[in-house]
């Protein structure tokens, strides 16, 4: 055990973390990151990266039935070779993680393996953990002096039910569902949000009977309503079982009544607001009714900190992402809304407070134009306001323009269903159309179309300035461009 004074110390190295341990290396600043786990946290290895591995997986199954069904390629799937299939998702995993501690060595960031916890506004003690996850990075183990600051970015964990204790083979987390063992035949997903969807469109395009359960009354109830319309035909579509719209106590929505599980699954109750009771079994019940952040451990009270009531870590300066107590700082699911829990939102605030602890003046990170996406089938994509948000700050004085990607003739290719849809201010006169607000699309590969989006809503442009660039054909996107013409009065396949 030793003391030894560093610029920056970084507690947690998920994507807020070591964003923030490379930035401010690369400003010159030593650094100084603990990590008790595996570094890239919970998206890397138990979210982001392996899901959408398995989601491509489960596309390309859909694709095979696609095939045969619509286009007449006499193809058949023989079966899921389910070690295949998750080795090939535990070598992209692998390769990232070497990827980035390769990084982080490159730019000169001491990781320390262990648990951190302050034992002053600007001091911090690193111990060996006591459940190892691997051989140490290094043994500078002690207590750290920062002379610029901390930064906390210890991520956040699957929020559960009472009496909904999680097993890994019955009862499982999203953080531990991609790792359960094998294919169930039947799974309950109860919560439908991003992470709720995204594992029922997973299970059933693995051929799982799926019955996915959301309190409020619809699916994605953050989004805006015609994308959570969409989604739900096009799950139904595809023989998800999707209940909401119940009411219970102080919940709304379909709600668990109850859920025992059992030798071979779980079995559970599900009662929605007509009344209607489910009996339900299946052979796997899925937790995914959000997350909370992580903090036990980090002594916050020695710094002069507490969460809010919520148990985040909320900012006094949303500009610098900066605490209470001068010089601590905090990114990434320790945050409380408006950051939003996602990986590329935890990037922009790792620079903001490395290039803020520089000594720069960053730009603050605009929430309001972070892309949304949830990676099921059909995947949604949104940035910016929903059209009730934008009616409820306009005061109802907005512009909507929608169209059906059917409309286009690579959406007929597709033949997915789906639609863009963008508000914007009502212009001057209140004749055609002026900033735009926001954007929702649902559809085959929208998550690659989000990006123009974000610039749109990012630069307060409006249609008219879309409209004069062209969209390529055929394509998705051309639909998107079509949108912005109609609104800008120049409706080409759309009457303005």
Not at 10 to 36: N, P
Not at 107 to 127: D, K, L, Q
Not at 313 to 319: C, V
Request: aromatic content about 4%.
């Amino acid at each position: 055990m030793h003391e030894q004074e560093t610029d920056v110390i970084v507690i947690g190295g998920g994507t807020g973390g070591y964003s923030t341990a490379l930035r401010a290396a690369a400003l010159g600043l030593r650094v100084v990151l603990a990590e008790r786990d595996l570094i890239g946290g919970t998206c890397l290895h138990r979210g982001c990266v392996p899901s959408k591995a398995m989601l491509h997986a489960a596309e390309l199954v859909d694709g095979i039935a696609e095939a045969r069904e619509r286009w007449g390629v006499k193809a058949t799937l023989d079966a899921v070779d389910w070690p295949a299939l998750t080795a090939t998702r535990d070598d992209i995993v692998a390769r990232n993680h070497r990827g980035v501690e390769g990084h982080l060595a490159h730019a000169g960031v001491e990781v320390v393996r262990g648990s951190a916890a302050f034992t002053g506004p600007r001091t911090v003690r690193i111990a060996p953990d006591e459940k190892p996850h691997g051989e140490p990075y290094g043994k500078p183990y002690g207590e750290w002096t920062a002379r610029r600051g901390v930064v906390v970015a210890t991520g956040s964990r699957p929020r559960t039910l009472p009496g909904l204790a999680p097993d890994g083979r019955r009862v499982v987390t999203s953080d531990d569902a991609l790792f359960a063992p094998g294919l169930p035949a039947s799974v309950l997903v109860l919560g439908g949000g991003a992470i709720g969807v995204e594992y029922a469109s997973l299970h059933r395009s693995m051929g799982a009977r799926v019955v996915l359960v959301e309190a409020a009354d619809r699916l994605l109830p953050l989004e805006d309503a015609d994308v959570s319309r969409h989604l739900t035909r096009g799950l139904k579509k595809r023989g998800v079982e999707v209940l909401t719209g119940a009411r219970l106590e102080v919940l709304t929505g379909a709600r668990l009544e109850g859920a025992e599980p059992h030798e071979d699954g779980v079995r559970a109750t599900v009662r929605t607001g007509r009344g209607d009771v489910h009996e339900l079994d299946v052979e796997r019940l899925l937790v995914a009714v959000g997350r909370a952040p992580v903090t036990d451990g980090l002594e916050l009270a020695a710094a002069g900190l507490a969460t809010d009531a919520r148990g985040f870590l909320a900012p006094a300066d949303w500009a610098r992402l900066e605490t209470a107590v001068p010089g601590i700082h905090a990114v990434g699911d320790v945050l409380p809304p408006p950051s939003l829990g996602l990986a590329h939102a935890s990037f922009a605030e790792g620079l903001l407070v490395a290039e803020t602890l520089a000594g720069g003046s960053p730009r603050p990170v605009d929430y309001n134009a972070v892309p949304r996406v949830t990676y099921a089938s059909p995947q949604t994509a949104s940035v910016g306001l929903s059209e009730a948000e934008a009616r409820d700050r306009a005061g109802g004085d907005v512009t909507v323009g929608t169209m059906p990607l059917t409309a286009v003739a690579k959406g007929m290719v597709h033949g997915q269903g789906g639609m863009v849809k963008v508000v914007a201010e009502r212009g001057d006169g209140g004749k055609g159309a002026g900033r735009v607000l926001g954007v929702h699309l649902v559809g085959p590969h929208v998550s690659e179309m989000i990006a123009e989006s974000q610039l749109v809503v990012g630069w307060d442009a409006e249609p008219a300035d879309v409209a004069q660039h062209i969209h390529p054909h055929p394509t998705l996107s051309e639909a998107v461009g079509e949108v912005y013409l109609t609104l800008a009065g120049r409706g080409l396949h759309q009457q303005s």
